[in-house]
């Protein structure tokens, strides 16, 4: 008598082990989501201390569309960026694809920022020279997701 117990959930369950998301995980993904993730902190509770110590910078008592937009992007765009990066460090596996789409957003906002900065010289070129700052640290950020970002589809980790 043969003990070949061969059951129909077989074909369920592969035979080859499927990739960890944080073995496949390269060191610099990991600080770009560290960094990204604190500065996104810093950055809002500066806006925050901003508002509360110069509360006339954007005349909060007159409630239009620019004060609202104002302070809605001061609140929304850290945010943006921390949750994709929280996202990677939790090995999720829409991620990455969050994390592209955020980046891409945040450089096309730098591109323009830096063009309206330059064409009604508004700013000046310290704006400039920050946007082209942050446009240094989001392109191998960018390069870094796009070559990881078929692997860590296919890995497993956290759903």
Not at 11 to 21: G, L, W
Not at 134 to 158: C, M, N, Q, T
């Amino acid at each position: 008598m043969t003990n070949d117990t061969s059951s129909i959930f077989d074909k369920d369950f592969s035979d080859k082990s499927a990739v960890r998301r944080r073995d496949i995980m390269p060191l610099a993904l990991r600080i770009y989501a560290w960094f990204f993730m604190v500065s996104s902190i810093f950055s809002l509770l500066s806006n925050c201390f901003q508002y509360i110590r110069y509360p006339d910078i954007f005349k909060l008592n007159e409630f239009n569309l620019t004060v609202i937009f104002s302070i809605a992007t001061a609140i929304l765009f850290p945010l943006i960026r921390f949750l994709p990066n929280l996202l990677i460090l939790l090995e999720k596996k829409y991620a990455v694809l969050l994390a592209l789409v955020t980046v891409a957003i945040s450089m096309l906002e730098w591109c323009y920022t830096s063009y309206i900065s330059m064409a009604h010289g508004i700013m000046g070129y310290a704006v400039v020279a920050t946007n082209i700052f942050w446009l240094l640290v989001d392109i191998p950020y960018l390069i870094i997701l796009l070559r990881i970002r078929k692997d860590w589809e296919k890995g497993r980790g956290r759903p």
